[in-house]
C-alpha cells in the first residue's frame, strides 16, 4: 500500500504481482510433488531466517524513514523520480517467496488437497493459476482502495506509519530470524 501511496498504482500493482508470482512458485511447487516430498520442509530454517532477516530490514528502513522525518517521501512520485516497476516486483517477491508463514501455508495446503489432487492430473496446475489470479485481484483490490484513499492520507499520517508498521516489522523480523537460529 505503501508504495501505492508514493509511487503511484503501477508501482502497487507490480509489487502485488511480485507477491502474486511467489505464491505461484509455492503454488507450483505443490502441483509438482515437491512439497510432498519435503523440500519445503527442509530448506524451511534457512528461508525462515532469510525471510526474518527481510522483514527486520523493511521495519528499519521504515523506523529510518519516520527518523529522517517528512521530507523526499512527502513529494509526489513524479517529483522524487518514482523507482523502477522491476525492483517494485522484485523486492516484494523475495519477501513472499522467503515468508516463513507462505511456506506454512503451502504445506498445508498440500496436506488439504491431498487425494483431491491425484484425482486429475491437471486439477494441481489448475489450483496453481487460481492461487496466482486470486493474489493479482487480492493485490488488484488493495492497489485501488490505496490509491482512492491516498487524498486522505497526510504526510504526517504516513510518517507515523512508517513508525509502527516499521516497529512492528522489526520485532517481528527479529523474532522470526531468531527463532531460525534456536
Known amino acids: 500500500m505503501k508504495r501505492t501511496l508514493a509511487d503511484g498504482k503501477a508501482h502497487g500493482m507490480a509489487s502485488g504481482l511480485g507477491a502474486a508470482s511467489a505464491d505461484a512458485v509455492y503454488g507450483f511447487m505443490v502441483a509438482a ?10 530448506y524451511a530454517e534457512p528461508m525462515e531466517l532469510f525471510g526474518g532477516l527481510l522483514i527486520a530490514i523493511l521495519g528499519a528502513l521504515s523506523v529510518r524513514t519516520f527518523l ?3 521530507g523526499e517521501d512527502s513529494k509526489p512520485a513524479d517529483a522524487r523520480g518514482a523507482r523502477g516497476l522491476i525492483p517494485a516486483f522484485v523486492t516484494t517477491f523475495a519477501l513472499t517467496i522467503s515468508n516463513p508463514m507462505t511456506i506454512l501455508a503451502f504445506v498445508a495446503l498440500v496436506a488439504g488437497i491431498g487425494a483431491s489432487a491425484t484425482a486429475s492430473s491437471g486439477a494441481a ?9 486470486g493474489s493479482a485481484l487480492w493485490w488488484l483490490f488493495l492497489v485501488t482502495a490505496a490509491s482512492k484513499a491516498s487524498a486522505r492520507i497526510t504526510p504526517c499520517a504516513t510518517r507515523w506509519l512508517d513508525l509502527i508498521s516499521g516497529l512492528v516489522l522489526l520485532i517481528w523480523g527479529g523474532w522470526i530470524a531468531w527463532g531460525a537460529l534456536s
Open 68 to 70: 529522517r522525518g517528512v
Open 125 to 133: 496446475y489448475v489450483l496453481v493459476l487460481g492461487v496466482f489470479v
Open 33 to 42: 510433488g515437491f512439497a510432498a516430498t519435503g523440500i519445503l520442509v527442509s
